[in-house]
């Protein structure tokens, strides 16, 4: 059976939020999603840009479907119609995810399934939601927030993230990764929507440490210090860790640890490899750690990962 995705589109929708979940849900037949585009009935949908989208489905496709995303809309404090609260609780009841991007939060917020969960939104709307909804975990800094089969996201291009994210999850990273590749975009981006704001002094040209983050790629075996990598971009360890932050939103070690773990999963999805090798080349050091590891951030171990996505 395929894997019905909804993308629900309301008034006043974004654009590029509703092009993304189209794009990845329904160019790739052998992943098996099946993509309706939907409103709450069919016909003209509003944009937030002037034109409008012409929907074949109305809610009937929401309850349908195993994932419903609600890509963003403006304003984000629009009145929900009051018949998509309870379809959303209706796929979510019925053991279904529900998603969103951008504004899309304020929608799941209305259905009451947001309290007491983490959630994120665009950063400029952030304070809204938390305001709005305070029984919402707003996590304004975050890309993305999985809380299971809750999800959401910040805005446009996080929403990329999310969405290869799903497909990471259904079918492991090899195929986020072809996903992405197709639609060039990163497979995983480390940090926040901090590294994304106004910055009061603009970076000057030749000093991204993004040289060195792809040379680090190429060495994740290798034992990677801040020091070491310092020395690779020609500063001080000091100057590095402060840089890297604000290029990234995140600290060398978490980036490390995120790009090990991605390798860790590529190297268990396509080879057969011993987990202790896959340890050794990934840089996660013994089995244990990467026992540990995967337990941690995944939910599993290597070998049910394995199990699950592995390719022969």
């Given at each position: 059976?395929?894997?019905?995705?909804?993308?629900?589109?309301?008034?006043?929708?974004?654009?590029?939020?509703?092009?993304?979940?189209?794009?990845?849900?329904?160019?790739?037949?052998?992943?098996?999603?099946?993509?309706?585009?939907?409103?709450?009935?069919?016909?003209?949908?509003?944009?937030?840009?002037?034109?409008?989208?012409?929907?074949?489905?109305?809610?009937?496709?929401?309850?349908?479907?195993?994932?419903?995303?609600?890509?963003?809309?403006?304003?984000?404090?629009?009145?929900?119609?009051?018949?998509?609260?309870?379809?959303?609780?209706?796929?979510?009841?019925?053991?279904?995810?529900?998603?969103?991007?951008?504004?899309?939060?304020?929608?799941?917020?209305?259905?009451?399934?947001?309290?007491?969960?983490?959630?994120?939104?665009?950063?400029?709307?952030?304070?809204?939601?938390?305001?709005?909804?305070?029984?919402?975990?707003?996590?304004?800094?975050?890309?993305?927030?999985?809380?299971?089969?809750?999800?959401?996201?910040?805005?446009?291009?996080?929403?990329?993230?999310?969405?290869?994210?799903?497909?990471?999850?259904?079918?492991?990273?090899?195929?986020?990764?072809?996903?992405?590749?197709?639609?060039?975009?990163?497979?995983?981006?480390?940090?926040?929507?901090?590294?994304?704001?106004?910055?009061?002094?603009?970076?000057?040209?030749?000093?991204?440490?993004?040289?060195?983050?792809?040379?680090?790629?190429?060495?994740?075996?290798?034992?990677?210090?801040?020091?070491?990598?310092?020395?690779?971009?020609?500063?001080?360890?000091?100057?590095?860790?402060?840089?890297?932050?604000?290029?990234?939103?995140?600290?060398?070690?978490?980036?490390?640890?995120?790009?090990?773990?991605?390798?860790?999963?590529?190297?268990?999805?396509?080879?057969?490899?011993s987990v202790e090798e896959v340890a050794g080349r990934s840089?996660?050091?013994?089995?244990?750690?990467?026992?540990?590891?995967?337990?941690?951030?995944?939910?599993?171990?290597?070998?049910?990962?394995?199990?699950?996505?592995?390719?022969?």
């Amino acid at each position: 059976m395929p894997h019905r995705v909804a993308v629900l589109l309301l008034d006043g929708v974004l654009p590029l939020d509703a092009g993304i979940p189209a794009q990845v849900f329904s160019r790739y037949p052998r992943l098996g999603y099946a993509l309706s585009m939907c409103g709450v009935r069919p016909g003209e949908v509003a944009s937030a840009s002037g034109f409008s989208f012409l929907v074949p489905a109305g809610l009937e496709a929401v309850r349908d479907a195993d994932t419903v995303i609600v890509p963003g809309y403006a304003p984000a404090d629009a009145p929900v119609p009051a018949q998509v609260p309870a379809a959303l609780r209706a796929v979510h009841e019925a053991g279904g995810r529900v998603v969103s991007i951008c504004t899309g939060a304020f929608a799941l917020a209305a259905t009451g399934l947001l309290d007491g969960r983490r959630a994120t939104t665009h950063w400029a709307h952030a304070q809204a939601l938390a305001e709005a909804h305070p029984a919402v975990r707003v996590e304004p800094d975050a890309l993305y927030v999985d809380e299971g089969r809750v999800l959401t996201s910040a805005g446009v291009s996080a929403g990329i993230d999310l969405c290869l994210h799903l497909v990471r999850r259904d079918h492991g990273a090899g195929a986020a990764n072809d996903v992405a590749r197709s639609i060039v975009a990163a497979p995983h981006r480390e940090g926040g929507q901090r590294q994304y704001l106004s910055a009061p002094v603009a970076r000057a040209p030749g000093t991204s440490l993004e040289a060195t983050r792809q040379w680090a790629l190429q060495r994740l075996a290798e034992e990677l210090t801040v020091e070491a990598l310092a020395r690779h971009a020609c500063v001080s360890p000091r100057t590095f860790a402060r840089r890297f932050g604000a290029e990234t939103g995140s600290t060398p070690r978490q980036w490390l640890l995120g790009a090990r773990l991605a390798w860790a999963r590529e190297l268990l999805e396509s080879t057969a490899l011993s987990v202790e090798e896959v340890a050794g080349r990934s840089g996660l050091g013994s089995a244990a750690n990467l026992r540990a590891r995967f337990r941690q951030e995944l939910g599993t171990t290597p070998s049910g990962y394995r199990r699950g996505f592995g390719r022969g």
